[in-house]
C-alpha cells in the first residue's frame, strides 16, 4: 500500500538521519528532505515528531535482533541470560544513538515500543531462571536489577572514548548481578532452597490448572510472602 511505502521510507530516512549525525539530526525538514515527504505526512502516519522517534528506534532494535537471533536456548537459562545480556551491550555499541534514544530518554508514564520488546525478551529469560529452580529473588525484582544494571553499564560505555572503553566492566556488572539473583540449585544452602523452590513454583503456578484461579491466586500470595521473608533475612 502507498501509504505504508510512506511510512517505511520516512523511518528509513530517519534512521540514516540518526545513525549518521545523532538525536539532532533528526528534525522534521530534514526528514521530510530525505524521504520526500511533506510535514503533514509525519504527523499524519506518526502523530507528532516523538511518535516517529518511537518507531525509529523500534526500526534500529528490531533491525538488529533480526541479524542476532542467532541465539539458540540451551539447556542452562543462565549461560543462556548471560548471551542475553551481551548482546544487549553489543547493539549499544554498535548502535549508539538508536540506543540512547530507546534507553536513555526516560520519560515518566512512558515507555517505547522497542524497550518494552527488549524488556519481554529478558522477562522471558528470567521466567526460564526460575523454572529451572535457579532464581533467588522474584522475577519482577530480577528482571528489573538486570535491567538497570546492564543499561547503566552500557550507556556508561557508550559515552566513552572508544579508545577508553573497558569491556570487562559489562562482565563485572554481568556477574556480579547473576551472583545476586540466580544461584546453583545443586549446591543452594536449605534457606536459599526454599526461596528457589518459592521462586519456581511461582513462575509454573499458570500451569497448576488443578487449582481454581482463586486458589492460585492464594497460592501465589504465600510463595511471594516466602520470598520476600527471604529477602528480609539476608540483609
Not at 540451551?74 to 544487549?88: K, N, S
Not at 536459599?192 to 490448572?209: C, E, K, P, Q, Y
Request: proline residues 3%; aromatic residues 4%; negative net charge.
Amino acid at each position: 500500500m502507498a501509504g505504508t511505502s510512506t511510512r517505511e521510507r520516512i523511518i528509513e530516512a530517519a534512521a540514516k538521519l540518526l545513525s549518521e549525525g545523532g538525536r539532532d539530526a533528526v528534525s522534521t525538514r530534514a526528514v521530510c528532505t530525505a524521504a520526500g515527504v511533506q510535514a503533514p505526512a509525519i504527523y499524519r502516519l506518526f502523530g507528532d515528531m516523538q511518535g516517529l522517534l518511537d518507531a525509529t528506534g523500534n526500526f534500529g532494535l528490531a533491525t538488529y535482533l533480526a541479524d542476532k537471533t542467532a541465539l539458540e536456548e540451551t539447556d542452562d537459562p543462565v549461560e543462556d541470560l548471560r548471551a542475553g545480556w551481551d548482546l544487549h551491550v553489543g547493539f549499544g555499541l554498535a548502535q549508539p544513538w538508536f540506543y540512547a534514544l530507546i534507553f536513555g530518554e526516560a520519560r515518566p508514564g512512558h515507555e517505547p515500543t522497542a524497550a518494552r520488546q527488549a524488556a519481554e525478551i529478558l522477562a522471558h529469560l528470567v521466567r526460564r531462571i526460575a523454572q529451572a529452580g535457579r532464581l533467588t529473588v522474584t522475577e519482577e525484582r530480577a528482571a528489573q536489577l538486570i535491567h538497570s544494571t546492564g543499561k547503566g553499564v552500557t550507556l556508561t560505555l557508550i559515552a566513552m572514548p572508544p579508545h577508553d572503553r573497558d569491556l570487562s566492566l559489562s562482565t563485572m556488572a554481568r556477574e556480579s548481578v547473576l551472583a545476586t539473583v540466580t544461584s546453583d540449585a545443586t549446591t543452594a544452602a536449605p534457606h536459599t532452597g526454599l526461596i528457589n523452590a518459592a521462586v519456581s513454583l511461582h513462575a509454573t503456578l499458570d500451569d497448576a490448572t488443578v487449582l481454581t484461579e482463586a486458589e492460585r491466586a492464594l497460592l501465589g500470595e504465600w510463595l511471594g510472602r516466602i520470598t520476600r521473608a527471604g529477602r528480609t533475612d539476608r540483609r
